[in-house]
């Protein structure tokens, strides 16, 4: 029987972290792994997310057609997958989630190569038919940064571990803590909030801050002048962090804000950030105002092997008390912020 339903992924040891894509989440059933086996119509690697078409014949005889995605090629690089582990005219095994909402549609986390080795696609995914891997390298895995070059400090390129969640819970409108601390009118936007309507992280819109800051595709730091850029694969962002701003500048609000920068010590930069326009404080129905304020600390290493990073929100519109939230990124010498290139189509 090409296809099973496996009620309880423990018992494949497939992993589900907490740093799971929002869609993937909403769409998906990821209670549930099914396998499906079949002939490759179509192969699309790109941003969001891949997509594969698979024809298979049940045991009817009955012909169905498959719409399947996965991770995007930006995470397949940064993780050293090489993306042409599937061509058009394979027969490939994948193991899954099913849609929530549509018959014959999948999000697949492992993938069964017509060569017989099988594809994690799925940080901490585990293997289903084989120990004949592909997977993220070594280094990505045991997100350890390296020591070589210190001197560079905080001017390089940084990636995301695969092993810490993202930098924002997801739920916080959703508990009671979080809620205790949104306004009225933050209440109101929260409780009206409608994510097939109101969605903001849909259609390859790029994402503003502060949620910008979560991206996990690999980000530069590095000089302009005075100033400094940061630059994110994710929608080829770039923030301007102003070291040395003009006094007369009246910026007006935009998508990344009005940010200003200073050096506590050799180690640690400090960045002012107002006029944040973009309008969400998570992109799950809390808003954010103009007047707004994020305070972010940069601190990297003696070593240069690691980057921490601490942001504290205040919005005297939407939050009662500020908030903070913490991350981290680690330094690969071999990193590389290559092309996002969002296709909307890969989203429907």
């Known amino acids: 029987m090409f296809m099973r339903l496996i009620y309880l992924l423990s018992l494949l040891g497939v ?5 799971a894509h929002h869609a993937v989440n909403a769409r998906y059933n990821q209670a549930e792994l099914i396998e499906v086996e079949g002939e490759v119509t179509e192969v699309l690697i790109r941003n969001p997310h891949s997509q594969l078409s698979v024809r298979r014949t049940d045991d009817n005889g009955i012909i169905e057609n498959w719409s399947m995605a996965t991770t995007a090629v930006s995470n397949m690089r ?5 993306p042409t582990f599937v061509q058009v005219g394979d ?15 999948l999000y697949f986390t492992n993938l069964l190569t017509a060569g017989g080795q099988e594809v994690l696609l799925e940080r901490g995914a585990e293997p289903v038919w084989t120990d004949q891997t592909i997977e993220m390298s070594e280094s ?23 092993t810490i969640p993202m930098l924002m819970p997801r739920d916080i409108g959703q ?11 933050a209440l109101a936007a929260q409780d009206s909030y409608v994510r097939e309507r109101d969605n903001p992280l849909q259609n390859c819109i790029p994402k503003g801050m502060p949620l910008i800051m979560e991206a996990p595709y690999p980000f530069e730091l590095y000089r302009d002048g005075s100033n400094i850029i940061w630059h994110n694969e994710e ?14 500048e009246s910026p007006e609000p935009s998508t990344l804000g009005y940010s200003i920068g200073s050096w506590e010590d050799e180690y640690t930069l400090v960045v002012n ?24 600390r940069f ?38 912020v290559g092309e996002y290139n969002c296709t909307i189509e890969a989203e429907n």
């Open 78 to 82: 940064r993780w050293q997958i090489d």
């Open 299 to 336: 601190t990297v290493t003696e070593g240069g092997d690691r980057l921490d990073y601490l942001i504290t929100i205040s919005d005297p519109v939407n939050l009662l008390n500020s908030m903070s939230f913490s991350k981290h990124w680690v330094w690969y010498p071999d990193a590389e």
């Open 15 to 19: 992993f589900i972290t907490t740093n």
């Open 273 to 296: 950030t107002t006029l944040m326009g973009w309008g969400h404080l998570d992109g799950q129905g809390i808003p954010l105002s103009t007047a707004a304020e994020a305070i972010e």
């Open 140 to 162: 990505r895995r045991r997100s350890i940064g390296s020591t070589t070059a210190p001197e560079l400090g905080i001017f390089r390129i940084w990636s995301t571990p695969d």
């Open 235 to 248: 929608y080829d962002t770039r923030r301007t962090i102003y070291m040395d701003p003009i006094g007369s």
């Open 91 to 105: 027969t490939v095994r994948v193991a899954g989630h099913p849609s929530r909402f549509e018959e014959h549609d």
């Open 175 to 185: 508990t009671t803590e979080g809620r205790a601390n949104l306004t009225p009118e």
